[in-house]
């Protein structure tokens, strides 16, 4: 139940193309949602957040949709770029008196020239 | 813009050997953590401090990790004897208070022999 499903494992884009990353998750008590950015050999770095009060949260070309009732949520990055290329990860706190992410097993995104 | 700080940041031991990792959290927060990346897969907390006191170890093999936080500053992570399977990455971060955005380090990656 503290499991965070996510897919798919890689994805390959043409540049400017669409990248969509998906994460289910069956813990209803999970109240934040990120999303991390991890680049070879650094450590992650936060993307975007979303609540679960909210259906979508938009930045610049990074969109996260949350379906509160399926209970899964979902990274699009519009107009990918080469940069874009890294491993992105979905989490979930785990909400009461701690901060625990619980992350998915992330997917390696290549955007392609 | 500040930094969460971690050395070594690469660490090559032999099994049954003891081996520490340090960790300098930005500046004014007053959460750290440590977490776990294997490879291929997403981090996994190991133990979480607010201030000086540990919040939550529910995941650190304790017959052989340690973590202190002496000062409610820096901490140091420790594993005596290493194991084969403890070779991963090991992510320090830091966010200004307990539900607050979690900032990481670039990790030590940590190899086992």
Redesign the interface.
């Known amino acids: 139940q503290q499991q ?1 499903k ?1 897919s798919p494992q890689s994805l390959i884009v043409q540049k400017g193309g669409i990248s969509i990353i998906n994460c289910a998750y069956e813990n209803t008590a999970f109240d ?1 949602f ?1 999303w ?1 950015q991890q680049f070879p ?6 993307l975007i ?1 979303i609540r679960p009060d909210v259906s979508e949260k938009k930045e610049g070309r990074f969109t996260i949709s949350f379906n509160k009732s399926a209970k899964q949520f979902s990274l699009h990055i519009m107009d990918s770029q080469p940069g874009d290329s890294a491993t992105y ?1 979905c ?1 979930a ?1 785990g909400g009461g ?5 619980i ?4 997917t390696l995104l290549a955007v392609q020239p | 813009e500040a930094e969460v700080a971690q050395s070594p940041r690469y660490k090559i031991t032999e099994k049954s050997q003891a081996v520490a990792f340090w960790c300098d959290p930005i500046s004014g927060h007053a959460t750290l953590y440590w977490y776990r990346q294997i490879l291929g897969q997403g981090p996994e907390l190991l133990v979480q401090f607010q201030d000086e006191s540990v919040v939550d170890d529910s995941q650190l093999p304790k017959d052989r990790f340690s973590a202190e936080r002496l000062k409610g500053v820096d901490s140091t992570l420790k594993i005596q004897p290493a194991e084969l399977g403890d070779s991963a990455m090991y992510l320090c971060a830091s966010s200004v208070d307990l539900l607050e955005t979690q900032y990481f380090g670039p990790g030590t990656r940590l190899l086992v022999l």
């Open positions: 965070v996510q934040y990120p991390y050999g650094k450590g992650p770095a936060l957040a990860f989490a706190r008196a701690t901060n625990k992410l992350f998915g097993t992330g």
